[in-house]
Structures are given as C-alpha cells and as structure tokens.
C-alpha cells in the first residue's frame, strides 16, 4: 500500500514536526498554568462558593415541640393566624440577595470584585444535596451563599452576610415594637467551608492553544516543500534547456559558395564514399568497393 503524500512530506520534515510538537505542548503549558510558589496553577479564574446555613423558626412553632396547644379564643377576637415560616425563608433569600444587604456586607468585608456576589436559596433538598438542581422538600432553611475567586474569600462574604441579615431582621424588629413572642427566630445550623464550583476544564485552552501552534508548524512544513519543488523543477528545466543547446551545435556556410564550415570556423566533413576527408582531400575508394561508372560494370 503506497503512502500518502503529505505523510511522506511530514517525514521528510520529521525533525521540524518534532521541534514543532515540543513548541506547542511548552506554549500550550505556559497559557494554560502559572508557577506559583513551587506548583503549577491553573490560569482560568476559579470561583469558589461557600454557604452559611440559617433556621427560619417562631415561638409559636418550637422546633422540638409536636404538639402545639390550643389557646382561648376571646369572642369578638380573631384567632391567632401563624406565618408561614416557608413562604417568609422565600422572601429572606430575595432580601439577602438585595442592593440593601450587600452594601452592608462590602461595609465589613470590603468592596466586591467583579466576580464576587452574595445571594441566598431556600433549601429544597437534603443537607448533602446540591440546591442547583432542586428537591421537592418544603422547608423554613436558608442558604447564604457567598462567592469569589478564593475560598476564604467566599467564605469570608457568606458569614459576614448571615451575620449583618440577622442584624438586620433585629434592627427591624425593635423598629416595629414587637413582642418577643410574635418575633422570628433565626438559628444559624451550620458554616460550610467553600467548594469549587464547576466550570470549564482548564486543559481546554492548553489542547486549543497547543493545537493550534502545531497546526501553524505543519503548514509551514508544506510551504517549505513546496518551495523545495518548485526549485527542483526549476534546475530540471534548465539542465535539460542546456543539453538541447549543446546537442544542436549550428552550421555556417559561407554565403560565396565556399566550403561549410562548423561554427568554429573549420571546414566540415563529408561522409561519402570518395567524398571530402576532414582534411580537405578527397578520399580514394576502398579496394573492396567497387568502381562504377554510368557505362562500364563494377566487374570485369
């Protein structure tokens, strides 16, 4: 089975291609990864998300309490309607989530980076769940969630904003005189430490990059083949231009009628039988030849 051209032009060039593929693997390595204190990091920003665990609860409805007793009802009065803790952890995860609440948080841990946010989520799964992809559990728990490029920093924001929200909820609270009674309670259950968040592989750029140079360095090894070709060509085509004119060496005769003569100058040579020699004269016949004449045979 013959072999492709451009895998006999690639192997013709191996040492270029293999200069080539130390190129790109070494580039590729440099935009991919820094050195940074001893170990390889990664280039592509991470982003780091850690989350702080609060209990959305009420005096009325103890946790650790499974029966909630009945109370007097007082005729002319309405009875006593509880809150929907569920329904109000929805509207805390948009409050901590809102302009009013980040600005505090800046306010104690610095403004924000560009890739730095805080928001919360209602939890609908369990405590090992991941609330990107969503349970079906109804429950008064929610999740501040901190993020940035460096997992103290995420985990930095997170605590920092549960704790300026549960402030928050308290200023409000003694701003409206409620009772203790008739107050939300917020427990906080549990500061998780920050994980990576997914995202793109950072090998991504390394393979493109890498590619990429390998790509440039076989097509310069085509252009050069190419201009190898065309230079072979070119000498064919002049070696044989040269033979053509030394084997074609012309005859000039004079215009008087004289003897021709080569293009030397010298007189050129009849080859007959008792023609003109070299020399000028002219040649007897052999004795092996006959002598013929128009009316006399070659024999006696």
């Known amino acids: 089975m013959d072999v492709p051209l451009y895998l006999r032009v690639l192997w013709s060039y191996k040492w270029l291609l293999l200069v080539g593929i130390i190129v790109a693997a070494f580039v590729g390595g440099i935009v991919g990864y820094s ?47 509880t809150r929907d803790l569920v329904s109000t952890t929805v509207v805390y995860a948009y409050i901590v989530s809102g302009s009013e609440i980040r600005t505090r948080v800046e306010g104690v841990v610095g403004s924000f980076a560009d890739d730095e946010q805080v928001t919360a989520v209602r ?37 920092a904003a ?29 500061e998780s430490e920050a994980t990576e968040v997914e995202g793109s592989n950072p090998l991504i750029p390394v393979i493109l990059t890498a590619f990429g140079v390998l790509l440039l360095v076989i097509a310069l090894i ?46 050129a040579s009849v080859d007959t039988a008792g023609g003109a020699s070299e020399d000028g004269s002219i040649a007897e016949p052999s004795r092996d030849e006959p002598k013929r004449s128009d009316d006399t045979p070659a024999y006696v």
């Not at 850690?50 to 002319?76: C, K, M, R």
């Not at 993020?147 to 924001?157: D, G, K, N, Q, V």
């Not at 704790?163 to 917020?186: G, I, K, M, S």
């Not at 033979?243 to 293009?263: H, I, L, M, Q």
Request: hydrophobic share 30%; glycine share 8%.
């Open 222 to 267: 085509f252009v050069l083949y190419n201009i190898r070709v065309s230079r072979e060509k070119r000498r064919a085509a002049a070696g044989r231009s040269k033979g053509r004119n030394t084997a074609e060496t012309p005859v000039d005769e004079s215009a008087d009628g004289s003897e021709p003569t080569t293009g030397t100058g010298e007189p």
């Open 35 to 81: 050195y940074v204190d001893g170990q390889l990091q990664p280039r592509a920003v991470q982003t780091y998300r850690a989350s702080t665990t609060v209990l959305v609860g009420s005096p009325q409805q103890p946790l650790y309490q499974s029966v909630i007793p009945g109370a007097p009802v007082q005729e002319g009065v309405t009875p006593t309607v």
């Open 123 to 159: 939890r609908t799964t369990q405590p090992a769940g991941d609330e990107s992809f969503p349970g079906r559990l109804t429950l008064p728990i929610l999740d501040i969630v901190g993020s940035a490029h460096s997992p103290a920093r995420a985990e930095e924001i997170s605590r």
């Open 162 to 190: 549960n704790t300026v929200f549960q402030e928050y909820v308290r200023a409000e609270q003694d701003a409206t005189a409620l009772p203790e009674a008739e107050r939300v309670q917020l427990q906080t259950l549990r």
